[in-house]
Structures are given as C-alpha cells and as structure tokens.
C-alpha cells in the first residue's frame, strides 16, 4: 500500500538538497575568501614626536683659578635658569691699581643641547654697585673701571667702557653669534683702574651681574 505522503516527499526532496548545496556552497566561500582580490599592506610600527632641549653650560675660573662648570639645569631641569656665583668674569681680583694692567678672565659657553641657539645674547644688570669705605668723593669707582670684552675669533670688541656704561647698556643686549648644538664660543673680560683713581679709591669693590641667554 502506497502512502498518500510519498509523493510530496519526492517533490520536496530536491528543493531541499538545492539549498543545503547553496548554503554550503557560500559558507565555503565565505570561509576560504574566494571572492576577494589581491590586498598589500603596511603597517607603522612607531610613530612618535620629541622635544629638543637648549642647555647652556659656562666653564671658567674659581676663585682660586681651578676650572669649574656651570649649567643651566643646575637650577631644575624643568627651569634651565641657573645662578653661577662661582665664575667670576671682572676677575675678583683685591690687588688693582690705577693703571696697573688688565684684569683678564676667559670664559666658554657651550650649547649643551640638542636644538640649536639661533639667538644668544649678554646681558648685563642695570646696576654696578659700590661697596666699602668712601674716603673722599671716590663714589664712582664703577666709573672708573673700564671693562673690554672681546670674542674668540672675532676683532671687534663687543664692549669697551666703564662699568657704569655698561650697566647702562642693559637695555640694548649685546648680541652674538648662533651656536650650534655641541659647538662653544669663548670670551675674555678684561678690566683695568683708570689711572686717574687717587689714594680715596683705596679698599674699594665694585660689582654688577650680568646675564647670558640663548634662545632657540
């Protein structure tokens, strides 16, 4: 006896077998990547950017003539202003006399950085201050020490006047030459006592700051 479902079994069979075949037929597909082309690639593994830094380091004479260095990190890393008390550029010298000869020191910047100092500059403070007993009208002594400064290399003084000028100056920096990152400048400061200064100037000291800057 036939059963009266047979038939619809038959006729279903092969639309079902049709799309079991499609199923697996894109699943494959899909799975192999058969539809796609050729790709090519590349991938940057490091991309990054940094900062440079702009160091600047003095080396000159103590007080007793040894070398010694300064930077500008020695104030904190992240200032790079520092105060280097221990060079200094008129010579500390207790001895002069009027007309005696120069004072001289000489003293080297160095760009120790990684940026290069497109402006550099000498700076000197705006005042030159006096100390001891005045003996007499000897109340100018700053204007009575000339002070010549000249550059390694370079002819021209880059000043020659007296210290009450050269505070004067100190709104008009003095300014030098680039320094490349690793290269140095080098500098002389000679003073000397106008031979004018009598007896009053005896026991007397002048004294001013002066600033060197560099800037990239």
Request: glycine share 10%; aromatic share 4%; net charge positive.
């Given at each position: 006896m036939t059963s009266p479902f047979a038939g619809k079994?038959?006729?279903f069979t092969p639309l079902a077998?049709?799309?079991?075949?499609?199923?697996?037929?894109?699943?494959?597909?899909?799975?192999t990547g058969t539809l796609s082309g050729f790709t090519?690639?590349?991938t940057?593994?490091?991309?990054?950017?940094?900062?440079?830094?702009?160091?600047?380091q003095e080396?000159?004479?103590?007080?007793t003539g040894a070398p010694i260095t300064c930077t500008?990190?020695?104030?904190?890393?992240?200032?790079?202003?520092?105060t280097c008390a221990t060079?200094?550029?008129?010579?500390?010298?207790?001895?002069?006399?009027?007309?005696?000869?120069?004072?001289?020191?000489?003293?080297?910047?160095?760009?120790?950085?990684?940026?290069?100092?497109?402006?550099?500059?000498?700076?000197?403070?705006?005042?030159?201050?006096q100390t001891g007993t005045v003996s007499g009208s000897a109340s100018d002594l700053c204007g009575k020490l000339k002070l010549t400064i000249t550059q390694q290399g370079n002819a021209t003084n880059l000043f020659s006047d007296t210290l009450t000028n050269f505070a004067a100056s100190a709104g008009t920096p003095i300014a030098l030459p680039a320094v490349a990152p690793g290269d140095?400048?080098?500098?002389?400061?000679?003073?000397?006592?106008?031979?004018?200064?009598?007896?009053?100037?005896?026991?007397?000291?002048?004294?001013?700051?002066?600033?060197w800057t560099f800037a990239s």
């Open positions: 079994r038959l006729r077998l049709t799309t079991v075949l499609l199923s697996a037929g894109l699943l494959s597909m899909s799975v090519a690639a590349i940057n593994s490091v991309n990054s950017a940094a900062t440079g830094s702009l160091v600047m080396t000159g004479p103590d007080s500008s990190t020695d104030g904190g890393s992240l200032n790079n202003i520092a060079i200094n550029k008129f010579g500390g010298s207790t001895t002069m006399v009027p007309g005696g000869a120069p004072v001289s020191t000489t003293v080297t910047i160095k760009n120790a950085g990684s940026v290069r100092a497109n402006t550099f500059t000498l700076t000197p403070g705006t005042t030159c201050t140095s400048a080098t500098f002389t400061f000679a003073v000397t006592l106008d031979g004018s200064a009598n007896n009053t100037y005896q026991g007397l000291k002048a004294s001013m700051p002066m600033t």
